[in-house]
């Protein structure tokens, strides 16, 4: 029953559930074979004997060895964790895009389309699930919809239909059927057990008609450290007004749009249960198609599933910069690469302050204004209104002003290209391009050497640590030799030296 064995060493997780040391939360699952159930390392159940546990990487592997999940733990909720993070790309974008929902759904795509998409050969996708995950595409794309489903059945009043409707079940009876088959009990039977579901702050939820706004709260779990203050201040710095808002020192929000689903969400940090508190509102319930794709969005954004202790250990084998590093730092993601690419343009050659000036002239200017439930919010401009805004509000270049034009008109015609090929508009370099992956898909390992910060921050460091007084041809080979020693953290590195 028990196949596949843990990538940590067994007395690793041993003392981590013993322990219930939240920072290997999602790193591992524990698998009881006394009661067939899996649990996380941070259950708050009796601790098994060693002799009748089993370790697995993943939640889907348990699941598999014919588990079900713990319902006082709840493994749905559990932080994501990708291993091979940085080595095994194909199969994380794989998994990425399973998880949002492209497997699933009206709009679903085939195994083959997902397999043409990422560059490969179905075979080999299959390949790489069966070996790394020891389960099939089609079956691990199904666990997913069943935990998007059962973490929505414990936390949120939406009614069981809305559920099977936003987990990418194309119909009540098959989400059922599929529910009962593999987790033994029924989306009823589970919803009666379980505990009364989080509160939002405000009464706001419609169900009546697919027109009508919805909203509903969920809690996402994170492997401490955090280090929430910097990330809540680098926000603060660069927040447009009416699109992001950070109330208190402990929340950030904003408004968004994917797939043509609009809404915002508000996240809230409850640092001693290691979690966000998390409202999403969206314009119409018809929406809840896109929510898988939504919470996985919101995930990046703030980098939850990031692990920490993996970077940090990295990190701090750098020298000089070991003394200096932040634990718990993560990636203030943005909601799209569009996005993103337009804040790297405005931030050319100009200050912090300056940038965001631009930046929020641009979403005023341009963004469109939207009541979603009780919120007014300004969403980010789309790509076609940037391609023929006149942009004449913007104190910059007449050549910035016509690459952000280009911009938007490549994404318009060309929505689903590399970021590699944004290089051919004019005006937009390699600095754009890495930064738009850095911020706008979260990618782990872009060390922004070009940028002047960055480079100011190194050669210091390492004149400070009596290195001599690097030249720029010096500082060409100290960051080829960080990348090197840093990757596949790089990204984490880059704001490191931002947040010095």
């Given at each position: 029953m028990f196949k596949h064995e843990c990538y940590l060493s067994k007395e690793?997780?041993?003392?981590?559930?013993?322990?219930?040391?939240?920072r290997f939360d999602g790193q591992f699952f524990?698998?009881?074979?006394?009661?067939?159930?899996?649990?996380?390392s941070v259950c708050p159940a009796v601790s098994p004997k060693e002799e009748n546990v089993c370790y697995f990487d993943s939640a889907v592997q348990a699941a598999n060895a014919g588990l079900r999940p713990c319902l006082r733990c709840r493994p749905d909720s559990a932080p994501l964790s990708y291993a091979w993070k940085g080595t095994q790309t194909t199969l994380e974008r794989a998994k990425g895009l399973i998880d949002n929902g492209a497997l699933c759904g009206t709009e679903s795509m085939s195994i083959e389309s997902l397999s043409e998409r990422l560059g490969i050969s179905s075979r080999y996708l299959r390949k790489l699930f069966s070996e790394k995950l020891g389960t099939s595409v089609k079956r691990?794309?199904?666990?997913?919809?069943?935990?998007?489903?059962?973490?929505l059945l414990h936390q949120?009043?939406?009614?069981?239909?809305?559920?099977?409707?936003?987990?990418?079940?194309?119909?009540?009876?098959?989400?059922?059927?599929?529910?009962?088959?593999?987790?033994?009990?029924?989306?009823?039977?589970?919803?009666k057990s379980r505990a009364k579901p989080i509160e939002l702050d405000s009464e706001r939820v419609q169900t009546s008609s697919q027109c009508l706004p919805v909203a509903?709260?969920?809690?996402?779990?994170?492997?401490?450290?955090?280090?929430?203050?910097?990330?809540?201040?680098f926000y603060h710095v660069r927040a447009v007004k009416e699109m992001e808002w950070l109330d208190g020192r402990q929340s950030y929000g904003r408004s968004f749009t994917l797939n043509g689903v609009s809404g915002y969400f508000d996240a809230k940090l409850d640092s001693g249960n290691n979690l966000f508190n998390v409202d999403i509102v969206l314009e119409k319930e018809s929406g809840l198609t896109e929510l898988s794709a939504i919470i996985g969005n919101i995930r990046r954004v703030l980098d939850l599933d990031a692990n920490v202790q993996q970077i940090d250990s990295a990190l701090t084998a750098l020298k000089p910069l070991s003394a200096l590093i932040i634990p718990g730092l993560r990636l203030p993601g943005v909601w799209s690469t569009f996005e993103a690419g337009c804040r790297a343009v405005l931030g050319q050659q100009v200050s912090i302050v300056q940038a965001s000036k631009l930046l929020n002239q641009l979403v005023l200017t341009y963004g469109e204004k939207r009541l979603i439930g009780e919120k007014l919010v300004t969403l980010f401009p789309s790509p076609e209104t940037i391609a023929t805004a006149e942009l004449t509000e913007l104190k910059m270049p007449g050549a910035r002003k016509r690459?952000?034009?280009?911009?938007?008109?490549?994404?318009?015609?060309?929505?689903?290209?590399?970021?590699?090929?944004?290089?051919?508009?004019?005006?937009?370099?390699?600095?754009?391009?890495?930064?738009?992956?850095?911020?706008?898909?979260?990618h782990p390992d872009i060390l922004l050497c070009g940028d002047l910060v960055v480079k100011k921050r190194v050669l210091g460091l390492y004149q400070a640590a009596g290195e001599g007084s690097p030249n720029s041809n010096d500082y060409g080979l100290i960051t080829q030799s960080l990348a090197k020693q840093v990757s596949p953290w790089g990204s984490y590195l880059t704001f490191q030296l931002w947040s010095l």
């Open positions: 690793a997780c041993r003392k981590a559930r013993l322990a219930r040391d939240p524990i698998g009881v074979r006394t009661t067939k159930i899996y649990c996380r691990y794309a199904q666990y997913r919809q069943l935990m998007l489903a059962k973490q949120t009043k939406l009614s069981i239909t809305q559920v099977a409707y936003a987990a990418g079940f194309s119909s009540i009876r098959r989400f059922n059927e599929v529910f009962k088959d593999e987790l033994k009990l029924t989306p009823s039977a589970l919803r509903l709260r969920v809690q996402f779990s994170f492997r401490p450290p955090l280090a929430w203050q910097q990330l809540h201040d690459a952000l034009n280009a911009l938007g008109q490549f994404v318009c015609d060309n929505p689903n290209a590399e970021l590699e090929h944004w290089l051919s508009v004019k005006g937009i370099g390699p600095w754009t391009v890495a930064y738009a992956k850095m911020r706008g898909m979260s």
